[in-house]
């Protein structure tokens, strides 16, 4: 989905720039974010995410990357309203519904974690994580007849993580 900006620049400048000042910032800031993650610099990730979206509050990948360390703090309820609204601005954004589903997973609401690993897989078919996390949630409710399809799956795309544990609980041979 292609980012607007808050603020309106004529067509005639946008043609010359290519791209808009709002979104090169907002581009910039969200670069650094993830910079910061990878460092596990989490508090300045999160001002530089924060950063992005102020020069963009429609700019969907920040506020993914925002919700994903929500997660880890354990901050639900913030993690959710920017999956949601990532979804309201993208609604086939599969890592949003992939993310979503992890916050419900961890709260133990297997159902409605399923039922966002279904659409991050629908919305993109070879996000293996999709594929991973459903089969994990199905095991989670006791449903083990298409576990194995799933880990199979995301293992060939990549993440094997479900595979290996069902292999090695028994559950897929």
Request: include cysteine; hydrophobic fraction near 35%.
């Given at each position: 989905m292609r980012r607007r900006?808050?603020?309106?620049?004529?067509?005639?400048?946008?043609?010359?720039?290519?791209?808009?000042?709002?979104?090169?910032t907002a581009d910039k800031y969200n670069q650094e974010g993830l910079l910061?993650?990878?460092?596990?610099?989490t508090d300045l990730a999160l001002e530089a995410f924060d950063r992005a979206l102020v020069h963009d509050p429609l700019y969907v990948q920040a506020y993914n990357n925002r919700g994903t360390i929500y997660i880890n703090q354990g901050k639900y309820d913030l993690a959710l309203a920017d999956f949601n609204t990532a979804l309201q601005l993208d609604p086939r954004y599969a890592?949003?519904?992939?993310?979503r589903?992890?916050?419900?997973?961890?709260?133990?609401?297997?159902?409605?974690?399923?039922?966002?690993f279904n659409r991050a897989a629908?919305?993109?078919p070879n996000y293996g994580m999709a594929y991973n996390n459903r089969g994990w949630a199905l095991l989670q409710l006791g449903d083990t007849t298409t576990v194995c399809a799933d880990a199979k799956r995301a293992c060939e795309l990549?993440?094997?993580?479900?595979?290996?544990?069902?292999?090695?609980?028994?559950?897929?041979?």
């Open positions: 900006c808050s603020h309106l620049v004529s067509l005639p400048v946008l043609i010359t720039l290519g791209v808009t000042a709002c979104q090169s910061h993650l990878s460092r596990a610099e890592e949003a519904y992939n993310n589903g992890m916050v419900h997973g961890r709260q133990g609401q297997y159902e409605q974690a399923l039922a966002d629908e919305a993109n990549g993440v094997c993580d479900l595979s290996n544990e069902a292999k090695n609980t028994g559950v897929c041979l």
